[in-house]
Nanobody
């Protein structure tokens, strides 16, 4: 069964850090792009970052560049999102999903329909 499961969310203060994990099963990360998305209350889901683990190409939306880092461990079939200098506006449920590699380059445009096998999400709350 193809599955993605997120973990690592929590409550942090402004300026704090978290590392989210996206564990994949049933397929090899290197064959796909893995994207991180988030959805805040009352807002639409938006693309945050993406990685193609076959060549370690990474992509970010502008608002998280320099603060978030996406990485992968192919041996563990897991993608990570390290989030530093967190802000209250980063508060959201964070999801990971898979897509064909070509979609990674436009993750900031939130190509929701191109991504699948969505995980259940993990809540990130940043207090001011």
């Amino acid at each position: 069964e193809v599955q993605l499961v997120e973990s690592g969310g929590g409550l942090v203060q402004t300026g704090g850090s978290l590392r989210l994990s996206c564990a994949a099963s049933g397929f090899a990360l290197k064959d796909y792009a893995i994207g991180w998305f988030r959805q805040a209350p009352g807002k639409e889901r938006e693309g945050v970052s993406c990685i193609t683990t076959s060549d370690d190409s990474t992509y970010y939306r502008n608002s998280v560049k320099g603060r978030f880092t996406i990485s992968s461990d192919n041996a563990k079939n897991t993608v990570y999102l390290r989030m530093n200098n967190l802000k209250p506006e980063d508060t959201a449920v964070y999801y990971c999903a898979a897509a064909s590699k070509v979609w990674c380059t436009v993750v900031a445009s939130t190509p929701i329909g191109a991504f699948g096998n969505w995980g259940p999400g993990t809540q990130v709350t940043v207090s001011s």
